[in-house]
């Protein structure tokens, strides 16, 4: 019996978990919805299953440096959202991938290298990671290809709660952050839009799920791709 794996997390130990989770699942989101071409891609292994990374120096800085503001703020408490969203060519959101996080318990700065008593251990941890991006890797499946080719990109959002304001920035570089479009975050989303729910996990300390969501614009796209009309015979066919 290993006590150090079995030892439950620690409030930086989740920090530093669910951040680098989430680096990682946003190669993964960029790669099975082909926002930029497989072969800027490498294959990797990461949570003992196959995932895909970037290997372009620019969009890795940009995925690294968001990822590590949102690290910043979520050690403070701050973080509500995380979101990937994937644009059209007019910058309107088709859909939104949601990190949506939860803190579980109040933890003094001096306390956060202890581990939290009832938290999961940090093995388990991986494991569920590891559900989650073979969720992510089957998603095409219930979403369907966007089929835009170089008319799709991406950004990372990140939702404060309620009462929170992005944390000041030290030193020479600049703020991280910048006001998000309304459309682009889950305030702006549509009646109309459709949530599914991927996976779950609750660690004790911070709890974590992702859902997709695709917009109402999406959707509209999809209907009128799919226009039934009638032949001379009285049967229906698509338009192509």
């Known amino acids: 019996m290993n006590m150090e794996q079995d030892a439950p997390l620690s409030f930086n130990q989740a920090v530093r978990g669910i951040t680098e989770f989430i680096e990682v699942a946003i190669h993964t989101i960029l790669y099975v919805r082909q926002v930029y071409p497989a072969e800027i891609f490498v294959r990797r292994k990461k949570y003992n299953t196959p995932v895909f990374q970037s290997r372009h120096p620019a969009l890795n800085e940009y995925i690294s440096g968001a990822v590590k503001a949102v690290a910043d703020e979520l050690a403070l408490g701050n973080v509500d959202k995380v979101i990937v969203v994937?644009?059209?060519?007019?910058?309107?959101?088709?859909?939104?991938f949601i990190f949506a996080i939860q803190s579980m318990?109040?933890?003094?700065?001096?306390n956060k290298e202890t581990g939290v008593?009832?938290?999961m251990a940090g093995p388990v941890l991986g494991q569920y990671f590891r559900s989650f991006l073979i969720k992510l890797s089957m998603v095409e499946s219930q979403l369907g290809q966007l089929g835009l080719g170089d008319d799709v990109s991406f950004s990372i959002v990140i939702e404060l709660k309620d009462?929170?304001?992005?944390?000041?920035?030290?030193?020479k570089d600049p703020p991280p952050w910048v006001p998000a479009t309304l459309q682009h975050t889950t305030t702006g989303a549509s009646e109309e839009a459709e949530l599914h729910l991927l996976r779950a996990v609750?660690?004790?300390?911070?709890?974590?799920?992702?859902?997709?969501?695709e917009s109402e614009h999406k959707l509209s796209l999809a209907r009128e791709e799919y226009v039934p009309i009638t032949s001379g015979k009285g049967k229906e066919r698509a338009v192509e």
Request: charged letters at 30%; zero cysteines.
């Open 202 to 213: 609750e660690t004790g300390i911070i709890n974590l799920s992702l859902a997709v969501q």
């Open 86 to 96: 994937i644009k059209d060519k007019e910058d309107v959101a088709l859909e939104r």
């Open 117 to 119: 008593e009832g938290a």
């Open 105 to 110: 318990v109040q933890v003094e700065a001096y």
């Open 163 to 171: 009462d929170k304001a992005p944390s000041v920035t030290h030193g």
